[in-house]
């Protein structure tokens, strides 16, 4: 018997994790310094901290929550639904980060068989919950190629056959490319899903990671769940706290989500959530300004990747990406992050990992503004040394 044979189909046909290759990589590289990653060189707010440290000896700190999350802070998301994000008529369900709030949503939504919709270039992790949950027919759709928003058009067309796509998925603003959509392109895309038939899984995690004047927006319905997160905000991503805002009208969607809940993390950690909460009530300012300063690793990245030439470099509006074209002789972008972690020590992520082989995804959130202008020079040097030499060894 084969050594595989024993294994589950829907496992072993699902992609590698990216995120683990390349921290194997940066491991394996002395002095290493990694753009690749989605973090924040941030901590969760001081005083948050302050008051969750005293928590460990709180005896319901050690117990189990209610599954859909801690009564208190479900309350202050609804607040902050309502007067954030104009999201109304949703109910919350808190979950152990934004993955896990996506995972549960395909397993409550989704039958294998069923054929949902992504667009390039997707991000990767949502890809795998689709493929490890036995969705095969996963249709990814095109971006413009100016501007890498979601093609409405060739939506339209897909969400006319039979059978309709049950879920279409759109992070914004995106990642891995950072990309803004604007309200009225989203607007349009819920109408679609909405005469279609199909749920609209909107992804928000980078709701306040927004540059240039630009203003995030959201867009409900009965039709329509929203996911956010903890992670990248609070500087969270070790706490794991993220939540779904669900339609509160549709009949039953509460009840099957808890089912997938109660399965998995049955709750999120109560102290993760405790510290979500205090987070919050210091509010969203105190993220607005860890972010702003971020324009200028922005800016210092954006320089480095000059030598792959004019509108090489996409996205950047929102989130913490960058999305650049590497020469049209490297479609092999793996072999190229492999060649700048071992040869300049620089590290980024493969676009291949999300439907963009030739491209790579340059994130510049996680350094603070010095170690990104180490970061950045290497990246130069590399990119100079590509584009000039090819990968010298």
């Keep these: 018997m084969?050594?595989?044979?024993?294994?589950?189909?829907?496992?072993?046909?699902?992609?590698?994790?990216?995120?683990?290759?390349?921290?194997?990589?940066?491991?394996?590289?002395?002095?290493?310094?990694?753009?690749?990653?989605?973090?924040?060189?941030?901590?969760?707010?001081?005083?948050?901290?302050?008051?969750?440290?005293?928590?460990?000896?709180?005896?319901?700190?050690?117990?189990?929550?209610?599954?859909?999350?801690?009564?208190?802070?479900r309350e202050a998301l609804v607040r902050k639904l309502h007067q954030e994000n104009k999201l109304c008529k949703s109910s919350v369900m808190v979950t152990a980060g934004a993955n896990q709030a996506f995972v549960n949503l395909v397993l409550t939504l989704c039958d294998p068989g069923d054929s949902v919709v992504m667009f390039t270039?997707?991000?990767?992790?949502?890809?795998?919950?689709?493929?490890?949950?036995?969705i095969t027919n996963i249709l990814v759709g095109p971006s413009n190629p100016k501007t890498l928003q979601p093609d409405a058009d060739w939506l339209e067309r897909i969400l006319s056959n039979k059978p309709v796509p049950k879920l279409v998925t759109v992070v914004n603003p995106g990642n891995p490319s950072g990309t803004y959509v604007p309200e009225p392109l989203l607007k349009r895309?819920?109408?679609?899903?909405?005469?279609?038939?199909?749920?609209?899984?909107?992804?928000?995690?980078?709701?306040?990671?927004?540059?240039?004047?630009?203003?995030?927006?959201?867009?409900?319905?009965?039709h329509i769940v929203n996911i956010f997160s903890f992670s990248k905000a609070y500087g969270m991503m070790g706490w794991r706290v993220g939540y779904i805002a669900y339609p509160s009208e549709v009949e039953g969607f509460g009840?099957?989500?808890?089912?997938?809940?109660?399965?998995?993390?049955?709750?999120?950690?109560?102290?993760s959530q405790r510290l979500a909460l205090y987070s919050l009530e210091i509010g969203s300012e105190w993220v607005r300004d860890q972010v702003k300063d971020l324009v200028k690793n922005r800016q210092l990245l954006l320089e480095a990747l000059s030598p792959l030439g004019e509108n090489a470099v996409k996205g950047g509006e929102g989130a913490i990406y960058l999305w650049a074209k590497l020469p049209?002789?490297?479609?092999?972008?793996?072999?190229?992050?492999?060649?700048?972690?071992?040869?300049?020590?620089?590290?980024?992520?493969?676009g291949c990992a999300s439907g963009g082989p030739g491209y790579v995804r340059i994130s510049?959130?996680?350094?603070?503004?010095?170690?990104?202008?180490?970061?950045?020079?290497?990246?130069?040097?590399g990119m100079e040394e590509l584009v000039r030499d090819g990968m010298v060894q």
């Design 328 to 350: 049209e002789k490297y479609q092999d972008d793996f072999e190229v992050v492999r060649w700048l972690a071992n040869r300049h020590k620089v590290v980024i992520l493969p």
């Design 189 to 222: 895309i819920s109408d679609l899903c909405r005469s279609a038939g199909s749920w609209l899984v909107m992804d928000n995690t980078y709701e306040y990671f927004m540059y240039d004047g630009l203003q995030h927006s959201c867009v409900e319905g009965d």
């Design 121 to 134: 270039p997707y991000y990767f992790n949502a890809y795998m919950s689709f493929q490890m949950t036995g």
């Design 255 to 271: 009840a099957q989500l808890l089912k997938v809940q109660d399965n998995i993390p049955i709750c999120a950690a109560i102290i």
């Design 364 to 381: 510049f959130g996680g350094l603070k503004e010095g170690a990104c202008e180490i970061a950045a020079g290497r990246l130069r040097r």
């Design 2 to 73: 084969g050594t595989f044979t024993k294994l589950a189909r829907r496992a072993l046909e699902t992609e590698t994790p990216v995120m683990v290759q390349i921290q194997e990589l940066v491991r394996g590289v002395k002095d290493a310094v990694s753009l690749a990653q989605g973090v924040v060189y941030w901590q969760p707010p001081k005083q948050a901290l302050e008051k969750v440290k005293e928590l460990v000896w709180e005896p319901s700190t050690s117990c189990y929550g209610a599954d859909e999350g801690l009564p208190e802070l």
